[in-house]
């Protein structure tokens, strides 16, 4: 890699290839709870987005149309073109449903018309759900869903949507991937010389309407992908490429930062000055580190207090010294103080405040 290559192409470079080294010897995170063993889904239904809500409860979107079979089939023709037709037909034509983790049991949800292949969801606090595709194939790709299915209200997000999530206030926030940031260029809101998207982190109401957020202070960083992004009761926590600041986002107040040793995070919770960040590039993809964020107004320090191993599965053979050592796991994300992590059809979750404690820092 020579050092004339743009951030994009070095983002490109360990995404493709990841970096493989030997991992640390990390002592394995005891868990907050017992690990919970998801149930079956029911039968002919397929699991496309699972989410932690607000209260800790799992949802999953599923669907009647099978689009890992159908990939699979296009690959071995040798007919990958993006977007495949076939899968936008499949999306069109599919049903999805809403289940919830409940002692043990699915208990059913709304159902909806699935309209797109990768869609994400949560929940607002007085039961609506919000059901947003991640490629919009040029149409408004947000839905607000009431509790028996009806669809309440549709608008625009963006294509490219890396994360989505709804705050305590009932705002949506949203985190795009580069693809997004640097797309998007048919997508025109009022007042806005750029579409929303060019800023990496956007928040919206319950109706697609902008918000205003200040702007992100250069000295962090410039956003090229949000990595992490996590809604709490009054604005969002996020992780974005290329610096990996933390930054605590919130309406019409400056955006903080911290800097710190970090790289390639998936998943941040929050606990007063203390934060939980889950994942990372290469060997470091099976990380959870608790840092302790320096009490300033801006531009402060995350002092890593402990490490551990997330329970992740690895690769019996790797193909080759730069191929990723890890399988991907269904679901690594964060919800307010807990981190959440799907494997192997397993639930394990682990809350900041527990983890502090054994780390000798139960006060922040």
Known sequence: MGSGQTALEKKAHIADIGEMMQPDALPQAPPYGPAIHL??????????????LANGELAVVIADVDFAAEWERIRSANGLVY???RILEMADAGTARLLLC????WEEGPSFPLEFAYPKVDRFADGRWLVVGSRTNKKSNARVIASDGTILA????????????VDGAGNIWVGWFDEGIYGNSDWHVPGEEWPPSSRGIGCFDDGGVILPLAAFPSAAGMIADCYALTAVDDGAWACPYTDFPLMRLRLNRPALWWANDLAGPKALAVDGRRV?????????ANRLALLLLEDVEQG???HQLAEWALPLSRLAAPANDWSPMWIHPTLLTASYDTIHLINDGVWH?????E???LAGDPQG
């Open 355 to 357: 983890l502090a404690e």
């Open 300 to 302: 402060g320090s995350a």
């Open 39 to 52: 149930p079956a889904l029911p039968a002919g239904w397929h699991a496309l987005h699972y989410r932690v």
């Open 83 to 85: 977007p495949p037709s």
């Open 349 to 353: 979750r682990w809350r900041v405040g």
């Open 276 to 284: 939980l960040a889950a994942g990372g590039y290469g060997d470091k």
């Open 154 to 165: 549709r608008f625009m997000l963006g294509d490219g949507i890396e994360h989505v999530s």
């Open 102 to 105: 409940a002692d043990g049991e």
